[in-house]
């Protein structure tokens, strides 16, 4: 799990991480994951859990990854047969959820029979090497296996939350990845997102494509943002596709004045001034959120929790209000819910601030 993790930069999940409440983890290899990987140890296919997470894949068209240990020994017809006797599926609960012995037995004969990529451990007493080896050939069939996905489970959602600031600051460039290690797992595993830093690539026209597909967009402004002609495209393409803004405002950041819409900005921009102006005005009424990595950890985790609401959210009600105020030209000082919050602390002590969208920030 750590060795994918580290080299996909994806949440992995992994069902021990949640053997308490079966509705999550069912769903959770239903609708939230690209493929699952089975690994196949002596007892994997006796196990409860186990059985019914490889009947749901295959009812859900999940395409499965079978990682093989030298342990394991495929079953034999007798116990195809006689599964009642191998796994446990009643007092596990498993029939509630659709789990029968029927069904387990003819997914078990198509995880035998069918031709399921399978990857077995290479012998030696090298664990670490054995499991680098696994992850390197699991990479290496990502790209597939996440094609195959898309062929099988099509889908309206818009499954990826973007991570913007610029790429010449090496401290804005650190607090995007902090934010990022931050949010990936809660939005895989509670709401079926991924994230993802939109400076790991550096062709810009794969910019406007990653947002045509993009569930939220996550703009972290800096000291450069106003200098750096991607980072504004990023943020001006955001407001006119129609995303979800996060508005995200980082240590040194100052909000523009007229000059830059009247002199900086159209030595800087190459296309319609008056059109990215219009946007980026709009952009800067959002209501922003503080994120320093100077603060605290727990102070981070706040602020964290704090754009993930925004992110969840995503509100048609938000949209609108953007594009209204897209088509006005006045400029209304920008509010850090943060700061307020924590100015409220130092007067009033521990408080709860709600704002018009529900959002409590604790």
């Known amino acids: ?4 993790q580290r080299a996909t930069r994806k949440p992995v999940f992994i069902d021990s991480d949640n053997l308490q409440n079966l509705d999550t983890l069912f769903d959770v290899v239903r609708a939230k994951v690209e493929y699952l990987i089975v690994l196949l140890t002596t007892d994997t296919l006796f196990r409860p859990w186990c059985a019914g997470e490889i009947v749901t894949a295959f009812a859900s068209q999940v395409p499965l990854l079978m990682v093989r240990c030298s342990s394991f020994a495929d079953l034999t017809p007798h116990q195809l047969g006689n599964l009642e006797d191998l796994v446990d599926l009643v007092s596990t609960n498993m029939l509630q959820y659709g789990i029968t012995y029927e069904s387990l037995q003819d997914c078990y004969m198509r995880l035998q029979a069918e031709s399921i990529k399978c990857i077995d451990v290479p012998l030696g007493p090298d664990v670490l090497a054995k499991f680098t080896e696994v992850t390197k050939q699991l990479l290496s069939l990502q790209n597939q296996l996440v094609s195959e996905s898309a062929m099988t489970r099509s889908s309206t959602h818009r499954d990826e939350v973007l ?7 090496d401290e804005a460039m650190a607090s995007a990845c902090i934010l990022f290690f931050k949010v990936q797992e809660e939005l895989f595993v509670t709401y079926a997102k991924s994230a993802r830093l939109m400076f790991d690539s550096s062709d ?13 967009l996550v703009a972290m402004t800096s000291r450069g943002t106003l200098t750096t002609l991607r980072h504004l495209r990023t943020i001006v393409l955001g407001v006119e596709t129609g995303r979800n803004i996060i508005s995200v405002v980082l240590p040194g950041f100052t909000f523009p004045g007229e000059h830059f819409y009247s002199e900086a900005l159209p030595n800087l921009w190459p296309g319609d001034v008056e059109k990215a102006a219009t946007a980026l005005r709009s952009y800067f009424k959002l209501i922003a959120v503080d994120f320093s990595t100077h603060a605290s950890d727990v102070v981070l985790g706040t602020q964290s929790r704090t754009i993930m609401n925004r992110i969840h959210q995503g509100r048609k009600t938000d949209r609108e209000r953007l594009s209204q105020m897209a088509s006005t030209e006045s400029i209304t000082p920008v509010l850090s819910l943060f700061s307020f919050t924590e100015s409220f602390r130092k007067i009033r002590g521990s408080v709860k601030v709600d704002d018009e969208d529900d959002d409590v920030y604790n």
């Open 1 to 4: 799990k750590m060795m994918l």
């Open 163 to 169: 991570i913007s600031t610029v790429t010449n600051d």
């Open 204 to 216: 810009t026209d794969d910019d406007e494509a990653a947002l045509e597909g993009a569930f939220a």
